[in-house]
């Protein structure tokens, strides 16, 4: 069943444009893979269906509502509950430790203090990195910081995680080992995953794949290798 | 490097590295006028004839008594601490975009001196133009403001010029001296070419030890009247000095004790913390405590000689009441006493409000600049669904929670230190004749024998009282003006937190 739904996205940044009348939809617990060249406008539609950007033309719809016509404290709202949102360097708050991050979007929710953390505890330990509660990103490696912040994008449970090239900065090994979780904790609680990427190996770990150029879907498919995809899950 | 490619890629940059250029100027302008005005009344010259005599073309007591000339440099040499400190925090602003900007050049073949020299060079050329600028400045307005009155006196000292030389090293030394500082705060600084790496400051919780620099402050300025009056007028200009040391040493332990003050806060708020705007405000305050010291020194300063200056209004207010009414006893209910001092007074209050302006512009520079640095983790957040008031409150609390306890912290210690330097009032224990007649009696010698009387007036030792609502005045003052330049730093917050940012590594 259809979740989000855009319709036509057309974005310009001054006269380049970025996105040209793009339509997409993604279901529930799907994974998405958006794929093409630098410049292609990946991170755009991603942006814009995440809410962060409002298409200049087109429309965005997140179960039966329009939401890029939504003000930014709604579509803000929008992210923190329903929506999760993962960029390629973690982008943790440098000075709070591995739960506090992980917990903030709790804190933000209003939940209690002792609850936040038990929850963020608890999907530290999911993730393999229950030793990093109290450490700050600045002394955790690359993987450990982005382990932290799927954590910090999967604690609220929401029903779509937008990542936009969540391994870009980790070595092969680990971002695969990366994406293994991801995956995993997506489909246990039926989260669709939108995932940016130009590393067909990550684009295998998808259902569909999307490849854009020059802002349009160039073809649509199950990523080269769907097979390659079955054996990774 | 030839100087001209350096010249040439000491001013290269963006918008960011421009602003930073012009605030170094107007800065080192504003110095370079203070400085000068300084140098003008110490270059006025003593009048001819015996002690006490005045230079009477002047309308403003401070620049007409000598004596007191060099107290007046002196106060305008002590506003030059906050104009300093502003170009302090300038040369913080655009930092990470001057420090990729260096790993270029380094990438390209740079060695360390040569990128050092070109930050120091970038400094000491703003300084230069903003020196100069401020020499022009000067001169024009020494000949606008040349108006004298009806009886041919100034209000300002414009018939005088300092040496033509003294001039040269005002416009010269300032930028050497920037270029220079900048220098010695690279120092601590390795720019790489894949990046610029800074030693690790100090670490660990901050000890209470500024305290005792404050109380050493208090201690000394409790001493300096009874050794006064034990040693006599002869070593006054040697007890000017133990003021002067008294008086950094409180600003000192004032402005030190702003980072163990920062730091408790920051614990107490993290203990109690329930919304994450307050717990990214705790952390941040328990992480780099000392941010607290380098944003409000000036401002801290300010107040500390401010405090300072309200107790000796308060002095002076309850002397001249004293005096007043002690001479209506005796029978001269028309006394008026000289109000020189409460006059001079206005002027340090003036200078101090002037200081709290500069010290509030460079924080205005320091929470942009505190914003522009953490741009991608806000970013990052905000695309997450963090509102961007959440992170406007925690600058907020991050600034404020600290700032409240240190300005009073800041106005106590002035306060005290002031209090203890002026002491008591010891007024009357004396005999006044009063001639109770008409004046054409009165002067006449024989008939006046008839009508005098002798008046004994008691001595009255008086303590001033706290100067409650001009502390609370000055603390007030301060705290609006550090919310207000929160507000302005706050306008940069959405420009900032653009998703465009995250595009950047």
Partial sequence: MTQLHARGLVKSYGPTPALRGLTLDIAEGEIVAVTGPSGCGKSTLLHCLAGILRPDAGEVTWRGHRIDTWSEAARSRLRRTEFGVLFQFGHLVAELTGAENVALPLLLAGTGRRAARTAALNWLDRLGVAELADVRPGEMSGGQQQRCAIARALVTEPRVLFADEPTGALDTVTGEQLLTHLVRLAGEQRTAVVLVTHEPRIAAYADREIVMRDGVIDHTGLGLDAPLAGGLR | ?505
């Fill in chain 2, 1 to 505: 490097m030839s100087p001209g490619t350096l010249a040439r890629l000491a001013v290269a940059g963006n918008r960011t590295d421009l602003a930073r250029m012009v605030l170094t100027a107007l800065s080192a302008a504003l110095a370079t006028l203070v400085v000068l005005a300084a140098l003008t009344v110490l270059a006025i010259e003593k009048p001819p004839g015996p002690e006490g005599t005045q230079s009477e073309q002047y309308t403003n007591a401070l620049l007409r008594e000598p004596g007191l000339r060099g107290g007046t440099a002196f106060a305008l040499l002590l506003l030059t601490i906050p104009v300093l400190a502003l170009a302090g925090q300038c040369a913080r602003l655009g930092a990470p975009a001057r420090d990729r900007r260096l790993a270029a050049l380094r990438l390209a073949g740079a060695t360390p001196g040569q990128v050092t020299r070109l930050a120091a060079l970038e400094t000491g050329l703003a300084s230069l133009l903003g020196a100069l600028a401020g020499l022009a400045g000067y001169l024009v307005g020494r000949t606008l403001l040349h108006r004298p009155d009806g009886d041919g006196r100034l209000a300002l000292p414009t018939d005088v010029l300092p040496a033509v030389p003294a001039l040269a090293v005002v416009v010269l030394a300032l930028p050497a001296i920037a270029a220079l500082a900048t220098a010695v705060m690279l120092r601590g600084v390795t720019t790489t070419p894949l990046g610029v790496v800074r030693r690790a400051g100090r670490t660990g919780a901050p000890r209470p030890w500024p305290a005792l620099l404050v109380g050493l402050g208090v201690l000394a300025a409790a001493l300096f009247e009874p050794v006064r009056e034990s040693l006599g007028p002869a070593l006054d200009a040697w007890l000017a000095l133990v003021v002067l040391v008294v008086a950094i040493s409180a600003v000192l332990g004032v402005v030190l004790g702003t980072g163990t003050i920062s730091y408790l806060v920051g614990r107490l708020l993290h203990r109690y913390a329930s919304s994450p705007a307050r717990l990214l405000a705790a952390r941040r305050l328990t992480d780099d405590p000392w941010a607290g010291s380098r944003t409000f020194a000036a401002l801290l300063a300010a107040l500390v000689f401010g405090a300072g200056a309200a107790a000796f209004r308060a002095w002076f207010q309850l002397r001249d009441q004293l005096e007043r009414e002690q001479n209506q006893v005796a029978g001269f209910a028309d006394f008026q006493p000289d109000s020189f001092y409460l006059r001079t007074m206005d002027l340090v209050d003036l200078a101090v409000a002037l200081a709290v302006t500069v010290a509030a512009a460079g924080l205005i520079v320091m929470v942009v600049e505190g914003i522009s640095t953490r741009r991608r983790a806000y970013a990052a957040l905000v695309a997450t669904g963090v509102p961007r008031t959440t992170i406007g409150t925690s600058i907020l609390w991050q600034v404020l929670a600290p700032v409240v306890p240190a300005v009073l912290s800041a106005l106590g210690a002035g306060y005290v230190i002031g209090r203890m330097l002026m002491g008591d009032i010891a007024s009357g224990g004396r005999t006044e004749e009063v001639c109770r007649a008409s004046a054409e009696l009165c002067q006449d010698p024989v008939a006046r024998q008839n009508y005098v009387e002798f008046v004994q007036v008691d001595q009255v030792v008086s303590a001033p009282g706290v100067p409650l609502g001009q502390l609370a005045l000055l603390g007030g003052g301060a705290v609006v003006a550090v919310l207000a330049t929160v507000g302005v730093g706050l306008l940069f917050l959405r420009s900032n937190t653009a998703v465009e940012e995250l595009r950047a590594t």
